[in-house]
Nanobody, 124 residues
Framework: QVQLVESGGGLVQAGGSLRLSCAAS????????VGWFRQAPGKEREFVAT????????DYADSVKGRFTISRDNAENTVYLQMNSLKPEDTAVYYC?????????????????WGQGTQVTVSS
């Protein structure tokens, strides 16, 4: 069982930056792949970024490539999402998710554990 808690969301102007954190419970967190997803009002939840168990492999949605960076610190049981050059269309609730596995995973259905989400609002 893994419990996930996101933090770091907030209100930022377009062009600004935020760093989200996903803190996990459990001693075996290093064996889990982690993904970030987001859901804007009236829209479906969508994939943003994922990292494998070691942080050595990652994948991104086309809409955030070159602006967002996912990383992890297994000693701290935490995964980060550094978001730069933010746009109003990045406004959403951001969720982290985890599953056991060796690869990166981009589908919502791939994940077994979810956090409660953190709001990111980008003003124009």
């Amino acid at each position: 069982q893994v419990q996930l808690v996101e933090s770091g969301g907030g209100l930022v102007q377009a062009g600004g930056s935020l760093r989200l954190s996903c803190a996990a419970s459990g001693r075996t967190f290093s064996s889990y792949a982690v993904g970030w997803f987001r859901q804007a009002p009236g829209k479906e939840r969508e994939f943003v970024a994922t990292t494998n168990w070691s942080g050595g492999s990652s994948d991104y949605a086309d809409s955030v490539k070159g602006r967002f960076t996912i990383s992890r610190d297994n000693a701290e049981n935490t995964v980060y999402l550094q978001m730069n050059s933010l746009k109003p269309e990045d406004t959403a609730v951001y969720y982290c998710a985890a599953r056991k596995g060796s690869y990166t995973y981009t589908a919502l259905s791939d994940y077994d554990y979810w956090g409660q989400g953190t709001q990111v609002t980008v003003s124009s």
